[in-house]
């Protein structure tokens, strides 16, 4: 078979990704080889916003939101790097 791709090699490329999005700006916050670690990950950003929620609000900036989607390693853009859980409150969310 010609450019057949094995089961192995695309669970391999496939990451769990948290997104964070404010407004309507997403971005891939880090990604993960599982999926619990990811889930893990957005409820520890989930509530550090939460105890900064008011905060932000008051400064009128977006309060982010995050959730967990499978990615594959080749479209992550080029360049990416995880963003700083709590960057939003240095204005480097995007």
């Given amino acids: 078979m010609i450019g057949a791709v094995s089961p192995g090699a695309r669970e391999e490329d496939t990451l769990w990704a948290v997104i964070a999005t404010a407004g309507r700006k997403s971005r891939v916050a880090n990604v993960y080889r599982s999926r619990m670690a990811a889930l ?16 932000l609000r008051r400064s009128k900036q977006p309060v982010p939101h995050y959730s967990v989607a499978p990615v594959r390693r080749a479209d992550l853009p080029k360049g990416w790097s995880p963003l ?11």
């Avoid at 893990?40 to 905060?55: I, L, P």
């Avoid at 700083?84 to 969310?93: C, T």
């Fill in 84 to 94: 700083p859980a709590l960057g939003f409150l240095r204005g480097q969310f995007i």
């Fill in 40 to 55: 893990e990950d957005r409820a520890w950003r989930a509530q550090q916003v939460s105890a900064y929620e008011d905060f």
